[in-house]
């Protein structure tokens, strides 16, 4: 299984503020992904990539940015964090040759004040 | 977005008896349909998964079948244990069999 490693796991920030998330990952798959868990909502998609350099939308991509700096490293940005982005973020990454099965980090708890 | 419906949204089950979660989605060309389970405070792990060559697909317990005419798969769990007790998600790929829209979630479990 893909080691998928997620920093900070726990974060407070201040509405306004900038918050970075952090995932690293281990196996060398090209694709990864950034999600937020919800209640009510399951997982959700903010931005992906499919190799360094590469970042893509996905279905809620509002309010985030993301860089994918190297193979292993996928970062979420949070430039003006608001009381609405307090959630679960769960980092994954997949190969396509392996028909896309993802792995996921375990995850970061941020709350926003 | 592409959506995936997930019922029931709760399932209460007594251990020994079967559980079964439905899963439905749009796109008629998703060809990849996982299953993970999440334990409270953890992260979503695979549990079983299926492709669109197959029907039908069996290990340790867990059964999954897919439908393709009806866009429909499921995921049977047999002789559940409190073990069984989780969140658990379906998912399905996009056309482009890059990303996987995930159902909201089941919530299972078993009692004693």
């Known amino acids: 299984e893909a080691a998928v490693t997620q920093s900070p796991r726990n974060k407070v920030a201040v509405t306004g503020g900038k918050v970075t998330l952090s995932c690293n990952q281990t196996?060398?798959?090209?694709?990864m992904y950034w999600y937020r868990q919800d209640t009510g909502h399951g997982l959700r998609l903010i931005h992906y990539?499919?190799?360094?350099?590469?970042?893509e939308k996905g279905d809620i991509p509002d309010g985030y940015k993301a860089s994918r700096p190297s193979q292993e490293n996928f970062s979420l940005i949070l430039e003006l964090a608001t009381p609405s982005q307090t959630s679960v973020y769960f980092c994954?990454?997949?190969?396509?040759?392996?028909?896309?099965?993802?792995?996921f980090g375990p995850g970061t708890r941020l709350l926003v004040l | 977005g592409e959506q995936v419906e997930q019922l029931p949204s709760i399932l209460r089950v007594q251990e020994g008896s079967s559980a079964s979660i439905n899963c439905t989605y749009e796109?008629?060309?998703?060809?990849?349909f996982p299953w993970y389970k999440q334990e409270p405070g953890e992260n979503p792990k695979l549990i079983i998964d299926?492709?669109?060559?197959?029907e039908r697909k069996q290990t340790q317990g867990l059964i999954v079948l897919l439908d393709k005419k009806a866009k429909r798969f499921s995921l049977h769990i047999t002789d559940t244990q409190p073990g069984d007790s989780a969140m658990y998600f379906c998912?399905?790929?996009?056309?482009?069999?890059?990303?996987?829209?995930f159902g909201i979630g089941t919530r299972v479990l078993v009692r004693p």
């Open positions: 994954a990454s997949g190969d396509p040759g392996q028909q896309d099965t993802q792995y």
């Open positions: 196996n060398n798959h090209n694709n």
């Open positions: 990539s499919y190799g360094a350099g590469s970042t």
């Open positions: 796109n008629s060309a998703s060809n990849y």
């Open positions: 299926i492709r669109s060559n197959m």
């Open positions: 998912a399905a790929t996009n056309s482009a069999g890059n990303k996987l829209t």
